[in-house]
C-alpha cells in the first residue's frame, strides 16, 4: 500500500554534489513527517536529517549540516535530499522514510524507501 521510491544517487568524486529525491504514494503525504538515513559500509544506520509535515526542518546531523539540505514538495508528495561538497564518508545507502509522528534520531520512521547508493571518490 504505502510506497517510498527513492532515486539520485550514484558515483560522484569528492566536492561534488548529487540531489536524492523520494516518491511517496499510497499515504496522505501532506500530514506525514520525514527523515532521511544513511547506511556506510560495514556500520549502523544513521541519522541525516528530519522534516516535518509541513517542511519545517526539525533536525540535522553534524556531519552533514550546512552541506546538504531536505525540503519537500507536498503537492507531488516528494522529497528532496541536496547533497553538496561531497566527501568521501558520505558514501552510505542513503534511505527515506516517512512517520505520523515526529521523525528523531531515536525514533526512526514507521516507512522506508529501498534505499539508493551515493559512491563519493577521493
Known amino acids: 500500500q504505502v510506497q517510498l521510491v527513492e532515486s539520485g544517487g550514484g558515483l560522484v568524486q569528492a566536492g561534488g554534489s548529487l540531489r536524492l529525491s523520494c516518491q511517496a504514494s499510497?499515504?496522505?503525504?501532506?500530514?506525514?513527517?520525514a527523515g532521511w538515513f544513511r547506511q556506510p559500509p560495514g556500520k549502523e544506520r544513521e541519522f541525516v536529517a528530519a522534516i516535518d509535515s509541513s517542511g519545517r526542518l526539525t533536525g540535522y546531523a553534524d556531519t552533514v549540516k550546512g552541506r546538504f539540505t531536505f525540503s519537500r514538495d507536498n503537492a507531488e508528495n516528494r522529497v528532496y535530499l541536496q547533497l553538496n561538497n561531497l566527501k568521501p564518508e558520505d558514501t552510505a545507502i542513503y534511505y527515506c522514510?516517512?512517520?505520523?509522528?515526529?521523525?528523531?534520531?531515536?525514533?526512526?520512521?514507521?516507512?522506508w524507501g529501498q534505499g539508493t547508493q551515493v559512491t563519493v571518490s577521493s
Open positions: 499510497g499515504l496522505n503525504f501532506s500530514t506525514y513527517a
Open positions: 522514510g516517512a512517520s505520523t509522528t515526529p521523525i528523531l534520531p531515536i525514533r526512526p520512521p514507521v516507512y
